[in-house]
């Protein structure tokens, strides 16, 4: 990718700060929950704080996007949530901590529709399922890192000064985002021939040089009115319940059914995360490769997506088998279907897209739907494992959401999403591919 690939380690980079800082209170929980006294329910509760806010804000700053550009938008989220992840450790209780959390999720919704018009305006559409999917994969390495990070910080100087020092981290990145980011067509360390690369093939095998907003973005009732975009979301909701569910309770999971410390949780948790960058990525690699340029705008990265949320189905095992190397096996490939599967939903979305224009606003939306699913994961498994003492119906109901998830994307997302006002320059007739996809 030459140098445009320093682009995507920093979004990536952007989103695995995005999740260190919203795991630490999965790893930090036992000894917060025995300082303050805190029940599975009040847990399931704060673990979810951060998602509130965040599925609120997603569309109206994905709406923003267009107006602020996506340098100030994600520089500004991750100085805030930085903010709010280190003042955390000033908290004393349920609802100072939970509000630390609202703020941290209300600035964390920048970065998905930044960074999504972000890949669509650097990167070709055959580069776009491999960044979008590592893009994504800062979701699993952040938890992985995260668990490592903060179980030693937290063993070693206590919970309070592990959130003051993750806080930290976050402005060392924004300072390296503000020196370095710029669009392709401005970045002076770019050489003339890739940037005339990344322009020219951005939309397809040469299709257009213009600029990269060439028809006016379309209103949020014209997207809605979109069977597609329902697809998307709907799949995007019950992959991410899944990947929630683990993200927040997956520590809790360990040290209840395997009676293991602190920092062997954040080991145990990490193992599963790093494995699924690597696997997601790949895979990712996989469906760039085998899918013609035909066969990316037809939407047939559908049939990946499907195949990944029936690999999550695994899920069903984690609670049954015994020795400790299954489950972190079962647990591997839980997540890597269930985390691939959401970012090449997000490439999907791209795919089906004729105005780049709508990039932002789709990917808040697809986001929207997600993570609306990921609120509401902690909180139920929360209730479930309160009520049984186990986790065998919380993961069924993952498992029957993931069966959704499969259809969803199978069935609703087989038409292009068209420009609401006047026309691109990317404006071929699909009717024949989506029809024999």
Not at 34 to 63: D, H, K, Q, R
Not at 93 to 117: D, H, K, N, Q, Y
Not at 215 to 243: D, E, F, K, M, N
Not at 309 to 334: F, G
């Amino acid at each position: 990718m030459n140098r445009r690939i320093w682009i995507a380690l920093l979004i990536f980079t952007a989103v695995v700060i995005n999740y260190v800082d919203r795991v630490a209170l999965s790893i930090a929980s036992k000894p917060i929950a025995a300082e303050f006294g805190f029940t599975p329910v009040e847990m399931g509760y704060l673990f979810s704080g951060f998602l509130w806010t965040y599925v609120i804000c997603l569309i109206p700053l994905g709406f923003v996007v267009e107006r602020v550009g996506p340098k100030r938008m994600v520089g500004g989220g991750i100085a805030i949530w930085s903010a709010a992840t280190a003042l955390t450790a000033a908290t004393g209780g349920f609802a100072s901590i939970f509000f630390a959390r609202l703020v941290m999720g209300a600035s964390e919704a920048s970065t998905f529709p930044a960074c999504g018009r972000i890949i669509r305006e650097w990167f070709p559409e055959k580069e776009r399922g491999l960044v979008t999917t590592l893009f994504n994969g800062g979701s699993s390495a952040g938890p992985a890192i995260g668990a490592i990070a903060t179980a030693a910080l937290v063993e070693q100087a206590g919970w309070r000064t592990a959130f003051v020092i993750l806080g930290v981290a976050g402005y060392l990145w924004l300072a390296a985002w503000l020196f370095w980011f710029a669009p392709p067509e401005q970045a002076t360390w770019l050489s003339e021939e890739e940037r005339q690369k990344i322009v020219r093939e951005r939309n397809g095998d040469g299709r257009s040089s213009l600029p990269i907003a060439s028809a006016p973005a379309s209103s949020l009732r014209y997207l809605l009115s979109q069977s597609s975009i329902w697809g998307l979301v709907v799949t995007q909701a019950c992959l991410v319940y899944t990947a929630y569910l683990f993200l927040t309770w997956l520590p809790s999971f360990l040290q209840s059914t395997r009676e293991l410390s602190t920092m062997n949780t954040g080991y145990l948790t990490a193992v599963p995360y790093l494995v699924t960058v690597v696997s997601g990525v790949t895979i990712a690699w996989a469906s760039d490769r085998l899918l013609s340029s035909e066969g990316v705008r037809a939407g047939r990265r559908r049939n990946f997506i499907a195949a990944m949320a029936i690999l999550s189905l695994l899920i069903l095992l984690a609670p049954v088998v015994d020795e400790l190397w299954e489950l972190l096996l079962v647990l591997t490939l839980v997540l890597t279907g269930s985390t691939t599967g959401a970012g090449l939903n997000f490439t999907l979305a791209s795919d089906l897209l004729r105005n780049p224009a709508d990039v932002s606003r789709v990917i808040a939306i697809t986001a929207l739907g997600g993570n609306l699913f990921g609120l509401i994961a902690p909180i139920i498994t929360g209730y479930v494992v309160s009520a049984t003492g186990g986790y065998d119906w919380a993961f069924g109901i993952a498992a029957a959401l993931l069966v959704v998830g499969a259809i969803a994307t199978l069935t609703l997302t087989r038409k292009p999403i068209e420009p609401e006002f006047g026309s691109t320059t990317d404006k071929p007739s699909l009717g024949k591919d989506f029809a024999r996809a």
